[in-house]
């Protein structure tokens, strides 16, 4: 007998994982979930969007528009944010799976954790200035930015 050839690769795991834990995410419009691993394909820390721990999350909003004191904007831990303060050692070096491309503020955190790779699925806020001003940053600090090309189809089931 010869071993399994049709295995995901460790793209493909550490996104899997960064895809799950967006399901974590109680935002109603946009679930992110980022997974660092270091050199050794540990984990090294796993986050998603939500409101800092201890703060309510029925009692604060998640509007998208409004006055921002009523939208979710002022109140909402990035993915990206809350993987490097879960993080369980020094992230000199690691790599950050995103589903969505960082934005300025989470690319100023990836860049001081040290933090030198980024593996995103999605850009499509491409066009905004808060990710241009994100690929600037991350292009100065020398953090490398790849797409993932290639990703798998997983069903997880949760049976006996």
Request: hydrophobic share 40%.
């Amino acid at each position: 007998m010869t071993k399994r050839t049709d295995y995901i690769s460790w793209d493909q795991y550490f996104m899997g994982v960064a895809l799950l834990s967006a399901q974590r995410s109680k935002d109603p419009n946009t679930q992110v979930g980022a997974c660092i691993v270091n050199d050794e394909h540990r984990i090294v820390g796993v986050g998603y969007n939500g409101f800092p721990a201890g703060c309510d999350d029925n009692l604060l909003p998640w509007e998208r528009e409004g006055n921002f004191l009523d939208t979710k904007y002022p109140f909402v831990v990035h993915a990206e944010l809350n993987a490097i303060l879960n993080s369980i050692q020094n992230l000199r070096g690691c790599t950050i799976y995103v589903a969505l491309f960082p934005c300025n503020e989470c690319a100023k955190a990836i860049i001081q954790a040290g933090i030198k790779e980024i593996v995103y699925l999605s850009d499509k806020y491409f066009d905004t200035d808060i990710v241009k001003a994100s690929k600037l940053l991350l292009e100065q600090a020398g953090v490398k930015v790849r797409k993932i090309d290639k990703y798998a189809d997983i069903t997880l089931k949760f049976n006996d």
